[in-house]
């Protein structure tokens, strides 16, 4: 597969970490500091769906095609205001394609585990140009009374449209159950057969031990797909990393010794966007121009399960 068109959708409502301050015990400089983060966009009067389907119709167009094109749509997506249908069946409508439709869920690793399902459907020939979706409200997740967390997140779309050729030059992914490192549990409907103990609770993370899970393993990743490919290090012109947190961006760099012009972000306007960090930040590199045919870019993300996806693809629109 290649990509030939991105998109992205933002929710109107901008929190500074000084609105913050104005109802939680934390300050500018902590959330700064820690994180990165300066500011975040949230879902307010909008709905998922909305921002999800503004993404798509950006990135159908920026590939010159229609709707009608459109033969499969993969949408990763944690929560939304629906459990079913899925959030990729209400896009198909909204959009107005005629395709089958899937969600996937891999936490924030969701848009590089759609990519490579992509991929494989494109190979196999079921498919000719597939949309792919992450759109994700995180802070709906979490308890906004809890500094340690509501302060990290943010809303918001990307989409990319995927056809055939070879602009996939390797992929990887993996998945190890870890349960007690971050996890958020909803209780569904009670019937009268319900014996056992049910909770409903607000996102849980072990933000400490997340992080250092989180460098090792895309480090871990980037160097397997680096061996892989052949790449040198420098040879890869954007590390287009999950926005989690600076830091841990920061660390991947060091690691590999390149120069943060190497790892463009958005984690300080955006916060944590969850498996839609990756495709918003790559359709901003593309509208900036700063994007050439040619170019390598190496995506890596890590999530909740664990969960951890990364790729190298090559440039070719
Ligand atoms: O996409 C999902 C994956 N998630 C992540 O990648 C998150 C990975 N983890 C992280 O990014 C970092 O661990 C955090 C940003 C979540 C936390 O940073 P930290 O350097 O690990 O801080 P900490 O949890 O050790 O907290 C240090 C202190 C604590 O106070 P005491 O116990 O030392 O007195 C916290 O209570 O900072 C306090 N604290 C805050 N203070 C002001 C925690 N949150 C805040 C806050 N404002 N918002």
């Not at 966009?41 to 010159?64: F, P, Q, V, Y």
Request: glycine share 8%; proline share 3%.
């Amino acid at each position: 597969m290649r990509i030939i068109g991105t998109g992205r959708a933002h929710p109107a409502k901008v929190v500074t970490n000084a609105m913050l301050e104005g109802f939680l015990d934390t300050s500018d400089e902590w959330i700064r500091t820690r994180t990165g983060i300066q500011e975040r966009r949230l879902i307010s009067s909008e709905r998922l769906e909305d921002l999800a389907t503004e993404a798509a119709r950006k990135a159908i167009e920026d590939a010159g095609l229609t709707p009608a094109d459109i033969d499969y749509i993969i949408c990763s997506n944690v929560v939304n205001e629906y459990i079913t249908p899925g959030l990729s069946c209400i896009v198909q409508g909204a959009i107005g394609a005629r395709c089958a439709s899937v969600d996937v869920n891999a936490a924030c690793s969701g848009f590089i585990y759609a990519l490579d399902m992509a991929d494989d459907r494109i190979r196999s020939g079921k498919a000719r140009n597939i949309l792919v979706l992450a759109a994700e409200e995180p802070t709906r997740m979490v308890d906004w009374e809890d500094r340690s967390l509501c302060v990290l997140f943010g809303d918001g779309a990307g989409a990319v449209v995927v056809t055939g050729g070879d602009g996939l030059i390797c992929s990887r992914l993996t998945t190890t159950s870890k349960l007690d490192c971050l996890h958020y549990v909803r209780r569904l409907e009670p019937t009268p057969y319900i014996t056992k103990e049910e909770y409903s609770a607000p996102m849980y993370m072990n933000g400490k031990e997340v992080f250092k899970t989180a460098v090792l393993s895309s480090s871990r990743d980037i160097k397997v797909l680096l061996d892989k490919s052949g790449l040198k290090p420098s040879e890869i012109k954007y590390y287009v990393l999950h926005q989690a947190n600076f830091r841990i961006i920061e660390a991947i760099a060091n690691w590999l010794k390149l120069d943060l012009s190497h790892f463009p972000t958005n984690v300080e306007r955006c916060g944590n966007t969850s498996s839609a960090s990756i495709p918003l930040l790559l359709d901003e590199l593309a509208r900036e121009g700063k994007l050439q045919k040619g170019d390598k870019i190496l995506m890596s993300a890590f999530g909740a399960g664990f969960t951890t996806g990364a790729c190298i693809i090559e440039w070719t629109k």
